[in-house]
Nanobody
């Protein structure tokens, strides 16, 4: 089992920044990809970014490239999502998930484990 706990959400003005954290515990994550998804009201949960725990290769959705940065701290078993230049359309609940290394990390249904989510609200 893997337990994931997100934190760092909040209210920020457009153009501002937030850093989300996802603390992981339980089984070893070396053979997992950690992903961030988001879900706005009335919309499907969509892929934002992912990072391979082993090796650190990163992936981004086109709409966050150049604005968001994903990273990990092996010692703390924590994944981060640094979000800069935030826009009102970034408003959503952000979820951290874990999927096996050979999965399609962009597909939500490939993820075995999820955190409870953290709300991000960007005001205009």
């Amino acid at each position: 089992q893997v337990q994931l706990v997100e934190s760092g959400g909040g209210l920020v003005q457009a153009g501002g920044s937030l850093r989300l954290s996802c603390a992981a515990s339980g089984r070893t994550l070396s053979r997992y990809v950690m992903g961030w998804f988001r879900q706005a009201p009335g919309k499907e949960r969509e892929f934002v970014s992912a990072i391979r725990w082993s090796g650190g290769t990163t992936y981004y959705a086109d709409f966050v490239k150049g604005r968001f940065t994903i990273s990990r701290d092996n010692a703390k078993n924590t994944v981060y999502l640094q979000m800069n230049s935030l826009k009102p359309e970034d408003t959503a609940v952000y979820y951290c998930g874990a999927t096996p290394y050979n999965s399609d990390y962009t597909r939500r249904y490939e993820y075995n484990y999820w955190g409870q989510g953290t709300q991000v609200t960007v005001s205009s």
